[in-house]
């Protein structure tokens, strides 16, 4: 429920008392009324769009009533002046409107022209023009202006509905009457709206469009006569226009200054609030961001339908389909938002996914980049589809939370049982050249660098894998850089996000292996994560590893690990496509990556010891009966 409340004012005798007693009583009355009338309050029956209940204040213009006045408009959303000849109509603009300015408030204004019955030597449009448009152009505070008359109850109404629509639909936002252009805030937010409704991409609305645009805002269907009116009025205020597309950008702005021209601004707030806009000509926060929590040690996929979304959005986006989305491309792609996620910049979009011989993103590439984008910030996901449009159909879930899901839980990850996910995140480890860069290149399939180029800044990838039987999912790989301590002191953030470890060494460098060692005793809570351990560079010539042990025996005996020595391999070798799929394995069963404890080791070889004796003692326990039956039967 929406409560406008209404400060009528103007000076004493003209004529406010009886516009509103001709608003409540629907018709004049001639018999003498009190000076101020008491606060009237109106439920919502002027026919506006909105679900308003309207208040009305009197107010008095002598000056010992002054401060009751003052305090009154302060409380309002909204003023209706109120004049009635050339006296009161000078002291619009030298008394009253200074006078609001004074008080600090910023109030629209709608001007009333009162009693103009008694006015016959000019019409409407005189006044207008002489009288209203001047002050309008000098005083912004005045939203609109209109001629009334209480006695033969002319526009009563109609000036109530325009406070009512000064506040409900305000023009301050959207026009500029001085300049008789709509302000650069609302020509943005009514190009996202174009841009929405363009179905297609192709840079105009079709008759399907604009059709899809109408009942999307006003709920109705738009008749071929009106139809042809829009197309008539854009050809006629633009001659110059080519309309065999449809609507252009800048036709589908000329119809919307033309609203704002003729006073019809409330039905550029229809489509703005139909595409989640507020006041403030910014989109709904709740739109933005809306409720979706993540539980500790769970995460955050794409649903089917966000994927659909992206799909869809990809292929109307590639306007040469080249399978690829060009710089151009993505900059169109984007215009509706702030721009690339900031997120993206920081991982070197577009050099953190998949790209085509050409450089441009391919289809796979872009639905990793927002597999990724969901995993680690699901609000930015949230937030983008809100702005790219994406509209759910689920009539359950009608916001933009439909595009994601929720994965199960997986806190006990040293049980055995697959993760229920998608897309996994695995951090690389290792000393400086153990060939980290190297192995994130060829994930995407860019070919061997042999120029050595330390990674500064923390780096990530994301590609897809696919599994033994066909199913794929995402896998993330994060090089830390220089940021490695910090990131690994965050025992939290890395226990929580992060579903391995891969520890990767020079297997021709003697003094790479030694870094892992170290790096586990230094941050003990690593042993709480599952891990693999990968020799890189094994087409190079092995060597002896200058640390305490030797990283067979250090993997293999010391660990446990399952996986027994480190994996061998090189990124020159075709094979190395095996090992990112026994990433995507590790990560999706954890129980068969972590170090097999001594504890375990020794239950093991006791239960197998109870075990043993238990049965010797049953098997002399039988053997005893058997031979006491026998001795029996012999005496």
């Not at 022209?113 to 912004?140: F, Y």
């Not at 709920?219 to 110059?240: A, S």
């Not at 215009?335 to 050099?351: E, H, Q, R, V």
């Not at 589809?385 to 595009?403: H, K």
Request: overall charge negative; hydrophobic content about 35%; glycine content about 6%.
């Amino acid at each position: 429920m929406v409560t406008v409340r209404i400060a009528v004012c103007g000076d004493e005798g003209c004529g406010k008392s009886s516009l509103i007693t001709s608003l409540v009583k629907d018709t004049f009355v001639s018999s003498k009324i009190q000076a101020v009338l008491p606060q009237i309050t109106m439920p919502p029956t002027l026919g506006t769009p909105e679900n308003v209940t309207t208040v009305i204040v009197d107010t008095s213009a002598l000056p010992q009533e002054r401060s009751n006045m003052a305090k009154e408009i302060r409380k309002s959303n909204v003023i209706l002046l109120v004049y009635s000849d050339h006296f009161t109509y000078e002291r619009v603009a030298l008394f009253w409107l200074p006078y609001f300015r004074s008080l600090g408030v910023n109030l629209p204004v709608v001007l009333c022209a009162n009693k103009s019955d008694l006015v016959t030597t000019v019409t409407s449009k005189q006044v207008v023009e002489e009288e209203m448009l001047p002050v309008m152009s000098e005083w912004k505070e005045i939203d609109s202006c209109i001629r009334t008359s209480a006695r033969e109850h002319y526009n009563v109404n109609e000036a109530f509905f325009l406070c009512q629509k000064a506040v409900t639909c305000p023009v301050a936002p959207l026009f500029d009457a001085k300049e008789s252009q709509l302000k650069p805030g609302c020509m943005e937010a009514l190009k996202r709206v174009f841009y929405l409704c363009d179905k297609d991409k192709d840079g105009f609305l079709n008759d399907d469009e604009l059709r899809g645009f109408q009942m999307k805002c006003f709920e109705k269907e738009l008749h071929e006569d009106d139809l042809q009116y829009i197309k008539d009025t854009v050809e006629t205020m633009m001659p110059d226009e080519d309309m065999s597309g449809g609507i252009s950008p800048e036709g589908f702005l000329l119809l919307n200054r033309l609203y704002a021209e003729k006073g019809r601004h409330e039905t550029i707030w229809i489509i703005l609030r139909n595409f989640q806009y507020t006041d403030n000509l910014s989109l709904q926060k709740s739109f933005l961001h809306p409720n979706f929590d993540v539980p500790e040690f769970a995460s955050a996929e794409l649903s089917p339908a966000g994927y659909r979304f992206f799909v869809d959005l990809f292929l109307t986006s590639d306007r040469d389909n080249d399978g690829g989305l060009k710089v151009e491309e993505l900059r169109t792609l984007f215009a509706p938002t702030p721009g690339i996620p900031p997120s993206w910049i920081d991982d070197g979009f577009p050099a953190c996914t998949v790209r085509n011989d050409a450089g441009h993103v391919t289809l796979q590439g872009w639905l990793a980049q927002w597999s990724m984008t969901t995993f680690m910030s699901p609000k930015t996901t949230l937030e983008y589809l809100a702005y790219l449009g994406f509209e759910s159909n689920d009539r359950s879930n009608p916001s933009t939370t439909a595009a994601l899901k929720i994965t199960k839980a997986r806190k006990r990850r040293r049980k055995a049982g697959h993760v229920q996910r998608n897309v996994l995140f695995a951090q690389v480890l290792g000393s400086a050249q153990s060939g980290k860069s190297s192995l994130l290149d060829t994930f995407l399939g860019r070919p061997l660098d042999t120029a050595y180029r330390p990674t500064i800044h923390t780096r990530v990838v994301v590609n897809t894998v696919e599994l033994p039987g066909g199913k794929q999912c995402y896998l993330i790989l994060k090089e830390l850089g220089e940021s490695e301590t910090a990131a690994l002191e965050n025992k939290s953030q890395l226990l929580d996000k992060c579903d391995l470890l891969v520890y990767t060494y020079d297997s021709s460098d003697p003094d790479s292996f030694s870094y892992i060692p170290e790096l586990r005793k230094k941050y003990t809570h690593l042993e709480d994560m599952p891990s693999m351990y990968v020799a890189l560079k094994a087409d190079l010539d092995r060597t002896t590893q200058r640390s305490e042990t030797q990283p067979d025996v250090y993997t293999a005996d010391v660990l446990r690990m399952p996986q027994g020595p480190p994996i061998h391999t090189a990124v020159t070798w075709p094979s190395i496509q095996e090992l990112f799929v026994a990433i995507a394995e590790k990560g999706l069963d954890p129980a068969g990556a972590y170090p097999k404890p001594l504890a375990e080791e020794d239950d093991g070889k006791l239960l197998r010891y109870g075990l043993a004796f238990g049965a010797f003692v049953c098997a002399s326990a039988g053997a005893l009966v058997i031979w006491k039956r026998a001795m029996g039967e012999h005496t």
